[in-house]
C-alpha cells in the first residue's frame, strides 16, 4: 500500500509552447519548447498552505537550428492558496546539436501568484 500512496503524492505537468521573440535591430527568432516537470510534498498527501515541496523540471528548447537542455530542481514553498515562491538551480547544455556544447548554471528564483 506504501506505494500507492506515494505516487498519488507525486504530481505530474507538461507543457508544449511555440515562441516568437521581437528585439530591436536583431531578426524575430523562433523556438520550440518542451517541458517536463514533477512535484512532491514534504509533508503529507499533497501541498497545502505553508508547506514545502520538492520540484523537478526537464525542459528542452530548440530553434530550428540547435536544441539547449535544462535542468532544474527547486525546493518551493506555497505562502497561500494565491502565491507560491520556488528557488532552484538551473543547469543548462547549450549548443547540443552543433557539438559546441557550453554549460551554465543559474540560481533561480520563480514567484508565482494567482489573481
Not at 516568437?20 to 512535484?39: A, D, L, N, V
Not at 497545502?48 to 514553498?77: A, Q, T
Not at 543559474?106 to 514567484?111: E, K, N, Q, S, V
Request: proline share 2%; net charge positive.
Amino acid at each position: 500500500m506504501k506505494k500507492n500512496t506515494e505516487l498519488k503524492q507525486l504530481k505530474l505537468a507538461h507543457r508544449f509552447a511555440f515562441e516568437q521573440f521581437y528585439q530591436t535591430q536583431k531578426q524575430t527568432t523562433f523556438r520550440t519548447r518542451y517541458r517536463i516537470s514533477s512535484e512532491k510534498p514534504l509533508n503529507g498527501e499533497r501541498v497545502d498552505v505553508k508547506e514545502f515541496y520538492l520540484k523537478v523540471v526537464n525542459e528542452y528548447l530548440y530553434d530550428f537550428s540547435d536544441l539547449e537542455i535544462r535542468l532544474i530542481p527547486y525546493l518551493g514553498y506555497q505562502a497561500s492558496k494565491k502565491d507560491k515562491i520556488e528557488f532552484g538551480l538551473d543547469f543548462s547544455v547549450n549548443s547540443f546539436i552543433k557539438n559546441e556544447t557550453e554549460n551554465t548554471l543559474w540560481f533561480r528564483t520563480t514567484w508565482y501568484i494567482y489573481l
